[in-house]
């Protein structure tokens, strides 16, 4: 009940932002992350289409397009568990809306990545902890993406790396036993580094 009480609250303050402030906050990130080592030296990054208020890395994108970087999104797959594919996005790529309306490459099979195959990985969430919890929209497609992180430790994979508000920072989140943590999350203000 308490999660559900947050994430109200959260995407209630986000809904208020103005376009201004977003552009602000997303400038400021941009900053942020070109200094930022794991996005400097990656080659393979993945972002996210912003909606509902979200951090918006649009910005990261185009920078991440300028110095040669390959950058690719996130497509929702039903098997076999609901997780995610990452589709190369190279500019004028055509975008289709999945079925929760948000926009994703029309790609084909072969040309998909697994997730163990990236440098970096930029996450969307509704809140965050100082541990490195990440609190989503509940439906655990990233948890279940990035699951093999428990187990397969041999596979170093992609740093997960979260964009928010620094008004989403929250003092503790229950965490559950799936929830794959975070490496770090970037702010308008400031780099949280996790262990």
């Not at 400021?28 to 912003?50: D, E, T």
């Not at 029309?106 to 195959?117: D, I, T």
């Not at 992609?158 to 702010?187: M, R, S, Y």
Request: glycine content about 8%.
């Amino acid at each position: 009940m308490e999660t559900q009480r947050l994430r109200r609250r959260i995407k209630g303050q986000r809904k208020q932002l103005s376009r201004q402030t977003l552009k602000l906050h997303s400038q400021r990130i941009l900053r942020l992350a070109c200094n930022y080592k794991p996005f400097r030296q990656g080659c393979r990054i993945a972002f996210y289409y912003a909606v509902y208020g979200e951090m918006d890395p649009a910005p990261l994108l185009q920078l991440a397009i300028r110095t040669g970087k390959t950058p690719y999104l996130p497509v929702l797959r039903r098997r076999p568990a609901h997780g995610l594919w990452f589709a190369p996005y190279p500019q004028g790529t055509k975008l289709i809306n999945n079925r929760f309306g948000i926009p994703e490459p029309c790609f084909k099979h072969r040309r998909l990545v697994m997730p163990w195959a990236l440098d970096v990985v930029f996450v969307p969430l509704i809140a965050f902890d100082g541990q490195g919890h990440r609190l989503g929209m509940g439906g655990g497609y990233y948890d279940r993406t990035f699951a093999y992180k428990r187990q397969r430790t041999h596979l170093r994979g992609p740093k997960l790396i979260g964009l928010a508000h620094e008004f989403q920072l929250a003092p503790k989140l229950c965490a559950n036993p799936w929830d794959i943590p975070l490496d770090a999350v970037i702010t308008e203000s400031s780099i949280h580094h996790f262990k």
